[in-house]
């Protein structure tokens, strides 16, 4: 009887520890723009598909809390005196989340992966610098002579075609995270299911409910696993940035990542420090389809930049939280000047529209008789608002405007994918801090992102040019001469800078501003 009362008071202490265990899980409830449209990370082309792989692989190197670059799976690397040998050097302890040890001939299997054509990888080109990316890519080489050699198991090099100053920021874009090789050869393009996925970041995909959210879990192999705080991380896709506004105050998000600016005021009176307003290295814009008859002319492309009130969309439209943008790079850009703005950059806003009135009537277009567009944006409050605040605009000039709106997934896939659209809404976010990297876009040949259809000889040769210098200042001047192309045919029209906006819990530390508004869910954690 004794001996009973005993082992009925242990059963309980038991299940009172098991309760607290599961009671002090700590999950991280994050707000993320989107669900993904592929966890592939060779597939994958948004921001909001890179918060998520960012928390569950780890490339070569990684980002900081800071938005610097660290050292990720590779402890320390070495560039040869030309600038075209990488020989990067493995952490002992980088293991796959199945326990496997991460080898270097995983990164070779990957980056050939990514460069077959038939993966049909939307950013491939990201990686061209390395020797033979291209033709490898195009079917013009074997992967085999793909410019990637693993010496042995824990040392990988990387040659590439000629220096290229920005290379190992390159190689913290999501693109460049390696794939788990036996995963991929055993599922094919199931290896993205949770119940197939092994992953070498700080967590691991345990599930996957469209609308509702993603679930990843500490990956307790990853390498850094001690200094990780955070048992899981719920990623919540948030395109109704107002109800998102509503579920933070509510206290069911720690954070978001954007937030409704129709409510600016309202938001900057009460979340007070929750609300973090910081420069992002992007420019929103409007991309023009170049094989439409009626945005064919120039000329009528001008008058359509010419007349948009940039000041107006962001302080009124957008509360202060963009910067009027008269340049498809953004100012403060790494290796480069001061960007090429567009010619008109300076004028009155009314005079800039006589101009454009003047022109569209050359061109037959009043508002008797008026250039019929239709702008395209993907859902949210802010492109909505933008939109109508154009069409009223370019309504004083002759052009009568109907809108379209879709989800995200639909719109950037019709984008993609060569849909039809005449005017549509986009948006680029550095991936690194070098004017190639919003210059590339328009390349003729780059089909994941020139969203224009934008084809120049002229404007491919520099690009081309640019990418065969190593002088960084006359590589500059080259990059500036193709902006003068780019704002002088508008392939899309600038509207303005983008500035990052988080709704950040008082509860969550670790979370820092950053220009390239990454921010890892291994460096957070929260107070209970």
Do not use: C
């Amino acid at each position: 009887m004794h001996k009973s009362i005993r082992m009925s008071a242990l059963a309980a202490a038991l299940v009172a520890a098991s309760s607290l265990t599961a009671a002090a899980e700590i999950v991280y409830n994050r707000g993320n723009t989107a669900d993904p449209e592929t966890l592939d990370q060779h597939k994958t082309s948004t921001t909001y598909e890179a918060h998520l792989l960012r928390d569950m692989y780890e490339g070569l190197v990684a980002y900081g809390a800071d938005g610097h670059v660290i050292p990720g799976v590779a402890k320390s690397w070495d560039v040869s005196e030309d600038g075209l040998v990488y020989t990067f050097h493995f952490r002992d302890n980088a293991k796959w989340s199945n326990g496997d040890p991460v080898v270097a001939g995983d990164f070779v299997y990957s980056m050939r992966r990514i460069m077959k054509p038939e993966t049909g990888a939307k950013y491939a080109n990201i990686l061209y610098p390395i020797k033979n990316a291209e033709a490898v890519n195009t079917g013009k080489a074997k992967g085999e002579e793909l410019g990637v050699k693993a010496i042995d198991d824990k040392t990988l090099e990387i040659t590439l075609g000629e220096p290229t100053p920005y290379f190992i920021e390159q190689l913290t874009h999501q693109s460049s995270y390696p794939v788990h090789p036996a995963t991929v050869e055993k599922y094919g393009s199931d290896f993205v299911l949770p119940e197939n996925f092994v992953s070498n970041g700080a967590f691991v995909l345990e599930s996957f409910t469209p609308n509702d959210f993603i679930k990843v879990v500490k990956n307790p192999y990853f390498h850094d696993a001690a200094n990780v705080k955070i048992d899981a991380v719920k990623f919540f896709p948030t395109e109704d940035r107002g109800a998102a506004l509503r579920r933070f105050q509510a206290g069911e998000l720690h954070t978001n990542n954007d937030a409704p600016v129709e409510q600016i005021e309202y938001i900057r009176e009460n979340l007070g420090s929750e609300f973090h307003v910081a420069p992002y290295l992007g420019t929103y814009y409007y991309a023009l389809n170049h094989e439409s008859e009626k945005l064919a002319d120039p000329d009528i492309r001008q008058a359509l930049s010419m007349v948009i009130d940039r000041e107006y969309l962001a302080d009124e439209i957008w509360g202060s939280t963009m910067v009027a943008g008269y340049s498809f790079v953004p100012p403060g850009i790494g290796n480069y000047g001061e960007p090429a703005y567009a010619s008109w950059k300076d004028e009155d806003v009314l005079d800039r529209e006589e101009k454009a009135k003047a022109i569209l009537e050359s061109k037959g277009y009043t508002q008797a008789n008026p250039l019929e567009l239709e702008i395209r944006y993907n859902t949210s409050e802010n492109h909505k608002n933008t939109a109508v605040a154009i069409a009223d605009m370019w309504k004083e000039i002759g052009v009568k405007v109907s809108m379209l709106n879709t989800d995200t997934k639909t719109h950037y896939a019709v984008l993609r994918d060569r849909g039809h659209f005449e005017v549509a809404r986009a948006g680029w976010i550095g991936d690194y801090s070098d004017p190639q990297n919003f210059l590339f876009l328009y390349e003729s040949d780059n089909d994941g992102f020139n969203y224009a259809r934008y084809n120049n000889p002229e404007y491919d040769k520099l690009m081309d040019e640019a990418a065969a210098t190593v002088d960084l200042e006359k590589r500059a001047a080259i990059l500036r001469k193709v902006e003068e192309i780019f704002m002088r045919d508008l392939p899309v029209l600038p509207l303005m800078y983008y500035g990052s906006m988080n709704l950040v819990s008082s509860k969550v530390k670790g979370f820092e501003d950053n220009l390239m508004n990454v921010h890892p869910s291994r460096f957070i954690s929260i107070e209970q």
